[in-house]
């Protein structure tokens, strides 16, 4: 079915496919697992559908709260129609908690909570490894505007504000974070609003009780059960009920 299609761009995790409309394009959701900037590969058979369903979710969740987004409909197990933008070349991280290159950086033990939420800005370039950037070098480089940084770190922190809650909910601890925004063009003006995806690929996830990770980390750290964690997620916010049968079935 997709190899009809014209693909457009092909990154780690996702395929992104030619729309049936013009402004649209249809993101396909791979079982691609990598980390420590490709260097780390694995495939995880059903990841790409519960990555999918789980970014669905949210998105939708987030546009119920005004948080404009990308995603359209989900067309079906590894499909969704999305809104097609000008990516911002930027990784917005946002972190509640101490973790990851945060713990390392400052060597602030992981699991510390941080004393307010902090907004981190990584360039998207694997070649020179996503360095970490400031507001300074994003304006002086063109890579985004004074006014879209504003508009991407109020809605980062509504989308942390929401999930912090909508996780918590379930008894899961949101402790990072990364999103990306595109450029939503109208006549001469453009928007800024959230793309990409939002699923435990792009987010720490500690169960509130007993810490453990159900999120990249199993991948990135060999603490094996990725899939199940995964599922588990899911099954917490009330979907992908089905999950089991669809990894059973080996569903591609
Ligand atoms: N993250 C991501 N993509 C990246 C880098 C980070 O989705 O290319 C997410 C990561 O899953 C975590 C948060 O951003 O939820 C902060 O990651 P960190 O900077 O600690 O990086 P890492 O530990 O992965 O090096």
């Known amino acids: 079915m997709t190899s009809r299609r014209k693909k457009i761009y092909e990154g780690k995790a996702k395929i992104l496919y030619e729309g049936p409309e013009p402004g649209t394009l249809i993101q396909y959701f791979k079982d691609d697992a990598t980390a420590f900037n490709g260097e780390k590969k694995a495939q995880l058979e059903g990841k790409g559908v519960i990555n999918n369903r789980i970014s669905e979710y949210i ?18 197990l590894r499909e969704q129609l999305i809104k097609e933008v000008e990516i911002i070349p930027l990784e917005v991280v946002c972190r509640n908690i101490a973790a990851g290159s945060l713990s390392k950086r400052f060597g602030i033990e992981e699991g510390q909570p941080l004393p307010r939420s902090i907004i981190e800005f990584y360039l998207k370039d694997d070649k020179l490894n996503d360095p970490m950037v400031s507001e300074e070098h994003i304006t002086a480089f063109n890579w985004a505007q004074t006014q879209e940084i504003d508009d991407m770190m109020a809605a980062t922190l509504r989308v942390n504000d929401y ?14 974070f990364k999103v990306e925004f ?10 800024v609003i959230l793309a990409d995806e939002i699923s ?13 990770k159900m999120d990249k980390d199993r991948f990135r750290r060999d603490l094996g059960g990725v899939i199940e964690s995964y599922t588990e997620v899911a099954r917490r916010l009330g979907i992908m009920k089905e999950m089991p049968t669809v990894i059973q079935g080996g569903i591609h």
């Open 182 to 191: 595109g450029r939503l063009y109208e006549g001469d003006f453009s928007r």
């Open 200 to 212: 435990p690929d792009s987010c720490r996830l500690w169960d509130s009780t007993t810490n453990e």
């Open 59 to 76: 998105m939708t969740r987030l546009a119920g709260i005004g948080v404009q987004n990308h995603f359209i409909k989900r067309m079906n």
């Open 163 to 176: 999930l912090c809650g909508m996780f918590a909910a379930v008894g899961i601890t949101l402790v990072d």
